[in-house]
Nanobody, 125 residues
């Protein structure tokens, strides 16, 4: 059974930082591509960042470039998202997702097979 479990969300003030984690288990395809998506209240789901199998390639939404960093530790089966210089508009439920290659860009939600339950990020001004 595949499980993706996010953690690390919370409430911070604008300008603050958070580090999200996503622990994966049960994924048999070790070549999986992974990504972070988010969905704020009344907004559509948005792809935030993606990373290739061994972390060689990363992609970011324009809205988070230079502030967020995606990384993965395959030995720990864990995906990370470092969020810096947070803004109120970053407030959302953040989800990790996984799919089989090819790992080309962030893609869209339907491209991904496995999803976590989400972790809430709230940024106050």
């Amino acid at each position: 059974q595949v499980r993706l479990v996010e953690s690390g969300g919370g409430s911070v003030q604008a300008g603050g930082s958070l580090r999200l984690s996503c622990e994966a288990s049960g994924i048999t395809d070790s070549r999986n591509c992974m990504a972070w998506f988010r969905q704020g209240p009344g907004k559509e789901r948005e792809g935030v960042a993606s990373i290739s199998t061994f972390g060689s390639y990363t992609n970011y939404a324009d809205s988070v470039k230079g502030r967020f960093t995606i990384s993965r530790d395959n030995a720990k089966n864990t995906l990370y998202l470092q969020l810096n210089s947070l803004k109120p508009e970053d407030s959302a439920m953040y989800y990790c997702a996984a799919k089989s290659p090819p790992c080309k860009g962030i893609g869209s939600g339907p491209d991904y097979t496995y999803w976590g339950q989400g972790t809430q990020v709230t940024v106050s001004s």
